[in-house]
């Protein structure tokens, strides 16, 4: 990944969105659940999709947004898993991914167990400046 994708278009939410759609398989089989209880659930396999995916940023100037974007996608397919057996992710609803990752950064800037550096906060801070 190269710094140009840090620039003022790259951190517009529908650019990140679709650039991290690409990450994902077209569609996510969802047929098998792990059931805890009736109201707790997993799809095999998801978490460890989702942790390679994010884990591909790692140290990547990138990292805090994109992690943040793969596990709020995540958390979407999840939800969608309770009631759905296949996810075409063309079909997932960006605006529900977009107010779970926005709420995830906003959390996420004030814990200082993340140990953020001043230049993950900045450009969590040009991210919003840009998308709000």
């Excluded at 710094?3 to 278009?9: Q, T």
């Excluded at 759609?21 to 109201?39: K, V």
């Excluded at 759905?84 to 959390?107: D, G, I, P, Y």
């Amino acid at each position: 990944m190269t710094l140009n994708k840090l620039d003022a278009s790259g951190l517009y939410f529908p650019i990140l969105f679709e650039r991290a759609l690409q990450d994902w398989p077209p569609i996510i089989e969802m047929r098998r659940l792990e059931r805890a209880d009736a109201e707790n659930y997993s799809v095999l396999g998801l978490a460890l999709q989702v942790d390679n995916i994010a884990d591909s940023y790692i140290e990547d100037p990138e990292e805090i947004i994109m992690r943040n974007l793969h596990t709020a996608i995540f958390s979407s397919i999840h939800s969608a898993a309770k009631y759905s057996v296949l996810m075409e992710m063309r079909h997932l609803r960006s605006s529900a991914v977009r107010a779970n990752f926005h709420e995830r950064l906003r959390k996420a800037v004030c814990i200082k167990a993340l140990k953020w550096t001043q230049a993950d906060i900045a450009l969590v801070d040009r991210y919003f400046a840009q998308n709000l």
